[in-house]
C-alpha cells in the first residue's frame, strides 16, 4: 500500500519535472550530495514531534537497530556534524520512508520522492532565507501549475504570541501542531482541540484566536512591532525584526504578490527555529469540474538553527535554512493534467529509425546503425531480418520517433541514405 510502479510515460514526465527543479537548484549553485536509505534508529528519533510514529523501524540488523528515512533534511544535518563541514549550499533528490495513510489520488505515498535545496552556513540574517522563497517562486511559476501563494511566519513569533497569551513552555510544541491545522479545520474546531484535549484554558485558547487568524504583509509586521504585549516579547520582536528585513528582501526580488505573512503558519516539525514557509495551490483551473482540485501543499521548508548541534559531540552549531517541493503532489497534478489534455508522452529519445525497405538488407541495417551510435545518435531498429517498410514506419509514429534513415539496394549501389521526416513524408538522398 502505498507505493507504485511507474510506467514509461510517468517516468519520462516524472523525469521532465525534477530536470526543471534541478536547473533551478543549480542556478542557485547547489552542489548535489547523496546519503544512505537506512539511517540509525537514534538519529532519526526526537526529530519529528508528534509525526515520528510514522518512521519506518527495522528490527535489529547484525548489532545496529536502523531506521529508513523520513526526510532528506535529519540525514543532511547528520553529514554536516560527522563531516565538520560548517558551511554548504547542498540540494539532494531521493526517495523517503513514511508509514502514513496512503491517499494516492492527492500524491500522498508511503515511499515518495523530496527534492530539498539548503544553506548551512554563519552568515547575515534573511538573506539565504530569502533566497530559498525565490527559488520556490522560480520553480513553482516555472511549472505554471496555476494561481500559488506562499505562507511565511516564523517560529520565535509563534513562540512570543504563546507567551504572551499565558500558555506554559512546555506547552508550545502541542499548541503549535493544533495551529498548524487552521489550514484544514476552521478555528472553532481548532480552539475546541486545544482546551478539550491539549488542556488549555478557554481565555488561552481565545487570545491565541485573536492573533492567529490573521495575516497580511509589511504592514502587518508593523502593526505587530507596535502591539502593546508583543513588542516586550524578546522572542516576537527578533522575529518580527527579522520579518521586516525578509520583506525588504523580498520586495527587491519582486516577489511579494505571491507572498503572505500569515500568523495560522506553524509547520508540524519539532526542528524549525526561525522562519517557516509553505506554498500552497490556489485552485485548479479545470473546466469540467465545479469544485477546484486542492492539492494543499507543494513545497515547504524554513530555519532550523539547533538541529546540526544534536549530532556534534561537542554541541556545535550549524545554522541551515531550507526547502523542500513536494515533488509527487506536483507529479499527480501534472499527471491528471496529461490525462485531460490527451497529450502523449515520448517515453524515449530515439533521433532515428534505421530502415530496409526489401529484403537480405539487415547487414547493411547493421552496419549503419552501429556508425550512428558510434557518432553519439540515438538509434533504433527492428529486430527482425527482413521487416516490411510499413510496419517500420508505423513504429516511428508510434513511438514518435522523428527520422527514419533508410538504406535499399539502389542507395547501397549509390553509396548514400535516404533520410524521411515520418511526420512530413518529405525525403532527402545523403
Known sequence: QGTRDNPPAQTALRDRLLAAVVACFKRHGAAAIDTPVLELRETLTGKYGEEAKLIYELQDQGGELLALRY??????????????????????????????????????????????????????????????????????????????????????????????????ESKFITTCSVVDKLDKMPWEEVRSEMVGEKGLSPEAADRIGEYVQLHGGLELIEQLLQDPKLSQNKLA???????????????????????????????????????????????????????????????????????????????????CVGVSIGIERIFSILEQRVKASGEKIRTTE???????????????????????????????????????????????????IPLAAIVGEQELTDGVVKLRDVATREEVRM
Open 71 to 168: 526526510d532528506l533534511t535529519v540525514p543532511f544535518a547528520r553529514y554536516l556534524a560527522m563531516n565538520k563541514i560548517t558551511n554548504m549550499k547542498r540540494y539532494h533528490i531521493a526517495k523517503v520512508y513514511r508509514r502514513d495513510n496512503p491517499a494516492t489520488t492527492r500524491g500522498r505515498y508511503r515511499e515518495f520522492y523530496q527534492c530539498d535545496f539548503d544553506i548551512a552556513g554563519q552568515f547575515d540574517p534573511m538573506i539565504p532565507d530569502a533566497e530559498c522563497l525565490k527559488i520556490v517562486h522560480e520553480i513553482l511559476s516555472d511549472l505554471q501549475l496555476g494561481d500559488f501563494l506562499i505562507k511565511v511566519n516564523d517560529r520565535r513569533i509563534l513562540n512570543g504570541v504563546f507567551s504572551v497569551c499565558g500558555i506554559p
Open 237 to 319: 520582536k527578533e522575529g518580527l525584526g527579522d520579518m521586516k528585513l525578509l520583506f525588504e528582501y523580498l520586495t527587491l526580488f519582486g516577489i511579494t504578490g505571491k507572498i503572505s505573512f500569515d500568523l495560522s503558519l506553524a509547520r508540524g516539525l519539532d526542528y524549525y527555529t526561525g522562519v517557516i514557509f509553505e506554498a500552497v495551490l490556489l485552485q485548479q483551473e479545470n473546466d469540467r469540474v465545479e469544485k477546484p482540485v486542492s492539492v494543499g501543499s507543494v513545497a515547504g521548508g524554513g530555519r532550523y538553527d539547533g538541529l546540526v548541534g544534536m549530532f556534534d559531540p561537542k554541541g556545535r552549531k550549524v545554522p
Open 350 to 400: 530515439t533521433q532515428v529509425l534505421v530502415a530496409t525497405p526489401q529484403k537480405h538488407l539487415l547487414a547493411a541495417r547493421l552496419k549503419l546503425i552501429s556508425e550512428l551510435w558510434d557518432a553519439g545518435i540515438k538509434a533504433e531498429m527492428l529486430y527482425k531480418k527482413d521487416p516490411k517498410l510499413l510496419k517500420q514506419l508505423q513504429y516511428c509514429e508510434d513511438t514518435g
